[in-house]
């Protein structure tokens, strides 16, 4: 089983960075590939971005590539991402999620999400 707890969030301006951190439980913490997903109110559940268990392959989504960054520090059972030039159209519930498989489409484990409220 993994456990995730996000924390991070918060309201800031346009332009503004955050830095969103993901802690994780579990003894199989290191082999499970880890991302992010964003739900806005009214919209759609929607693909940030996502990493494999070594670190080595990252993907993310086209309305955050270059300002996004996603890691992870598997000694501290951590996985971060990294948000820079906000905007407001960024504004949702963010959620951290595991899976054994870097693809998945559905994850197996959700964090209870972080909201993030960027102001024009």
């Known amino acids: 089983q993994v456990q995730l707890v996000e924390s991070g969030g918060g309201l800031v301006q346009a332009g503004d960075s955050l830095r969103l951190s993901c802690a994780a439980s579990?003894?199989?913490?290191?082999?499970?590939?880890m991302g992010w997903f964003r739900q806005a109110p009214g919209k759609e559940r929607e693909f940030v971005a996502a990493?494999?268990?070594?670190?080595?392959?990252?993907n993310y989504a086209n309305s955050v590539k270059g300002r996004f960054t996603i890691s992870r520090d598997n000694a501290k059972n951590t996985v971060y991402l990294q948000m820079n030039s906000l905007k407001p159209e960024d504004t949702a519930a963010y959620y951290c999620v595991a899976d054994l498989n870097y693809r998945a489409t559905e994850p197996e484990y959700w964090g209870q999400g972080t909201q993030v409220t960027v102001s024009s």
């Open positions: 990493i494999n268990w070594g670190g080595g392959l990252i």
């Open positions: 579990g003894r199989t913490f290191s082999r499970y590939a």
